[in-house]
């Protein structure tokens, strides 16, 4: 799905450049180009960091107990 309109940045996009490390908005912002026009996929595309993010705390929690 289009995320970004303005740049043509799909989901897919985002995620795999959320996944090869990106973690802020300005990383997104300097690879992808996403939120530098309209800004309306501003919160979205931060939804996939966060969604990340939280993803990788939980990941790090059970290999530390592990």
Request: charge should be negative; aromatic fraction near 4%; glycine fraction near 6%.
């Given at each position: 799905?289009?995320?970004c309109i303005c740049n043509a940045i799909t989901d897919r996009?985002?995620?795999e450049t959320v996944a090869a490390?990106?973690?802020t908005m300005s990383d997104l912002?300097?690879?992808l180009g996403v939120a530098t026009c309209c800004g309306c996929c501003s919160e979205?595309?931060?939804s996939f960091l966060a969604n990340h993010n939280?993803?990788?705390t939980v990941t790090v929690g059970i290999n530390v107990q592990a």
């Amino acid at each position: 799905m289009f995320v970004c309109i303005c740049n043509a940045i799909t989901d897919r996009e985002i995620k795999e450049t959320v996944a090869a490390g990106a973690s802020t908005m300005s990383d997104l912002q300097a690879q992808l180009g996403v939120a530098t026009c309209c800004g309306c996929c501003s919160e979205l595309a931060a939804s996939f960091l966060a969604n990340h993010n939280a993803q990788s705390t939980v990941t790090v929690g059970i290999n530390v107990q592990a």
